[in-house]
């Protein structure tokens, strides 16, 4: 499988568990302390780190800072959006599709070639 794709597959599945620590405790731990939530995330951020820190030197083999920057900052944004969506039911705005854009923009100036 080319650099690209493990570094981005690996990368997506870190955020999944990025987006959870983060985020789900918002709902999941609303009423607890916010010690608990913060050592929950962080239990959770540990597969994150798992999955990111190989993802990275993957990619850097092959992709520059940058470009490895860019690449999870659209990811960050392709699996924030379902979770806003399906897990924490808020609703779909239209302001997630130009930030899409506006990542995309990002992704073709740093990814085209010189």
């Not at 302390?33 to 990619?59: D, K």
């Not at 997630?96 to 992704?107: K, P, Q, R, S």
Request: with cysteine.
């Amino acid at each position: 499988m080319p650099v690209v794709w493990q570094t981005a597959l690996l990368l997506a599945a870190s955020n999944v568990f990025m987006t959870f620590a983060w985020y789900a405790h918002l709902k999941n731990l609303n009423d607890r302390p916010w010690w608990i939530a913060a050592l929950a995330s962080w239990g959770i951020a540990l597969f994150e780190y798992l999955l990111q820190v190989p993802a990275n030197r993957i990619g850097h083999a092959e992709l520059s800072l940058a470009q490895l920057k860019i690449m999870q900052e659209a990811i960050t944004l392709t699996v924030f959006v379902p979770f806003v969506v399906f897990y924490m039911q808020q609703p779909l705005k239209l302001d997630y599709l130009w930030a899409g854009l506006c990542i995309l923009g990002a992704v073709y100036f740093i990814f085209r070639s010189p």
